[in-house]
C-alpha cells in the first residue's frame, strides 16, 4: 500500500489557536491575581508602618482617657424596694390576639437582682 500523505491545512491555525487562547487565559488570571495580592498588601500595610517618634503614642493615651470619659455611665440608679408580688405592670388581661397585656416593671426587676433574690425570682417566673 503506498504511503498516503494528509493535508494538515487546518491543524496549524488551530493550534496557534489554542496557544494564543492560553496565553490571554493567563495573561488575564495573573493580572487579576495580581491586583488581588495588590489590594491585600494595602489592607495591612499597618503591620509594618512605622509609628511617628512619639505622637501614636500621644495620641493613644488621649484616645484611651476618651475612651473612658464615653464609657462613664450617665446616672446610677439606686434600687427600689424589693416587690411583695409579681414584679408586672398593667392590667391582667389579654388583647384581640391573645398576647398578656401586662408587662415586667423594670425597677421592680432590678430590685430582686441587686438585692439577690434569686429564690423569690424562681418562684415568681
Request: charged share 20%; with cysteine; net charge positive.
Given at each position: ?15 496557534l ?59 446610677e ?49
Open positions: 500500500m503506498p504511503h498516503v500523505q494528509r493535508k494538515e491545512s487546518g491543524r496549524g491555525l488551530r493550534r489557536l489554542v496557544v494564543v487562547g492560553a496565553v490571554v487565559l493567563v495573561a488575564v488570571a495573573s493580572s487579576m491575581a495580581l491586583a488581588w495580592g495588590r489590594r491585600q498588601i494595602e489592607a495591612f500595610r499597618w503591620l509594618w508602618a512605622e509609628p511617628a517618634s512619639g505622637l501614636r503614642q500621644e495620641s493613644s493615651a488621649a484616645a484611651k482617657a476618651a475612651r473612658l470619659h464615653r464609657q462613664k455611665p450617665v446616672a440608679l439606686a434600687p427600689t424596694a424589693p416587690p411583695a408580688d409579681l414584679p408586672l405592670l398593667g392590667k391582667a388581661s389579654t388583647d384581640s390576639c391573645g398576647m398578656p397585656t401586662q408587662y415586667v416593671d423594670g425597677p421592680a426587676l432590678r430590685s430582686l437582682l441587686f438585692h439577690k433574690e434569686h429564690a423569690k425570682l424562681s418562684r415568681i417566673f
